[in-house]
């Protein structure tokens, strides 16, 4: 992530996040993300989008990656120029089927009378979204938001 050049270090701003599947951290992520952009000075609505994004897809993994059993969700956020990358990764059960879990109204665990919006909302509150997931393995949400555009910045 660093580069030398001279005497100095290029650095971006990054962050690294680690915490167990409890509901309760979900709010701890949204904070944490909001925290971490403000040095971007984000208007009100690319806050809320953003914590919204990130709220869902840590709500996804604890609900859908670790169904009920216990595990760890990492949250990483890194700033270049002005945009922001957020990276949700869990250890869980991973998803079998991506375009059908992107399917508005889709979910997999109906019993818990969830809505299926999780990743249809995260689609229209960022600009760019991928979602890597090995059955068994876990699922890796890399979400990217233009929060400034500077045209200064690469």
Do not use: W
């Amino acid at each position: 992530m660093d580069k030398p050049l001279g005497n100095a270090v290029l650095q971006k701003n990054y962050m690294h996040l680690q915490f167990p599947s409890r509901s309760e951290n979900e709010a701890l992520a949204r904070v944490a993300v909001a925290a971490f952009v403000a040095e971007l000075d984000p208007t009100l609505e690319q806050i809320t989008e953003l914590k919204t994004a990130v709220s869902e897809a840590v709500t996804n993994a604890i609900i859908h990656g670790y169904e009920d059993s216990p595990g760890e969700i990492r949250v990483s956020c890194a700033i270049h120029g002005g945009v922001v990358e957020v990276v949700v990764e869990d250890d869980g059960v991973g998803i079998e089927d991506i375009e059908l879990a992107r399917q508005p109204l889709y979910t997999s665990r109906p019993e818990l009378e969830r809505s299926g919006m999780g990743i249809t909302i995260m689609e229209n509150f960022v600009d760019e979204l991928v979602i890597d997931s090995t059955p068994g393995r876990g699922t890796r949400v890399r979400m990217r938001k233009v929060i400034r555009r500077d045209p200064d910045c690469q």
